[in-house]
Structure formats: structure tokens, C-alpha cells
């Protein structure tokens, strides 16, 4: 087994869970948002991923071979997973308005759409592509909603 794809993965779900608890603490930091129950279904969304992700990560142990070893995908994941942890210790420390921490939500999902779809054109698994592609909507899904939100709280915030 290679290690460097067991990493890969591992950061890729930690990364999930950084994103879910981002959204939490955008709701725990802005108690009185209007899109308090939007933010909650996104913050499950990326736990539901992190659990995709987990039962990838089995697969891998059985046909190891399926998944790419990158070196811009392992670069991309640390780079991701330094953002995360970046937007949630700014969260903590009320260093961002409601709307910049969803400006910021908005680039972290499109950046993993990119990195899933990137992932997806990698793997030699249907399966595993199956996986990645389902990630890669749910990503797209996820940043086009942000952004209906962040019109929504433009207009109410006359931004």
C-alpha cells in the first residue's frame, strides 16, 4: 500500500471535516444569519462527503493501483488543508464578517470541485471515479448555492 495515496486521502478527509465545521462556526459565530438551516444542510453535506471518502479509502486498500499518485493533487490537498485550517482559526477569532466568510466558503468549493473533477480524470477505477464524480458535484452543488446566498445577503445587507 503507498503511503503517499493513504495520506492523500486521509487529508482529503480532513479537509471535509475542516469545511463542515467552518460552516457550523459560521453559524455559531452569526447566531442571527438568515441562512442559518442552509448552513446547516452544507455543513452535513461535507460530513456525508468525508464518509465517501472513508469508504474510497477502503476500496484503496483492496486495489491500491486505482488511485493516482500526484504530486499537484498531494500539493493541492496541503494547500487546501492549510486554507481550511485558516478559515476555521479566523472564525474563531471573529476576524471575518458574515459575508467574507462565505466569500471565503465560496472559493474553498470551487477549488474542490476542481481538485475532485482533477482526481475523477486520474483514476483508473470506475468505482473510484464513481466516487470522485459524485464529490466533484456535490461541490459544484455546494458553491452554487453559496452564492445564491451571498446575493441573497448583498441585498439585505445593501451591500
Known sequence: MNMKVMAAINLSIQIEKNISECYAKVNETFPENMLREDLEKLARDELTHMELLR?????VFK??????????????????HFLTCKLKSDLEKNKLTFYKALMKLHALEKRYERVHLNTLIEVK?????????????????HW??????????KLELKL
Do not use: I
Open 55 to 59: 469508504t474510497g479509502k477502503k476500496y
Open 63 to 80: 486495489a491500491p493501483e486505482a488511485f493516482p499518485e500526484s504530486v499537484s493533487l498531494n500539493k493541492e490537498l496541503k494547500q487546501g
Open 125 to 141: 477505477d470506475s468505482s473510484l471515479a464513481e466516487l470522485f464524480k459524485a464529490l466533484a458535484a456535490g461541490d459544484n452543488s
Open 144 to 153: 452554487e448555492r453559496l452564492e445564491t446566498m451571498m446575493k441573497r445577503v
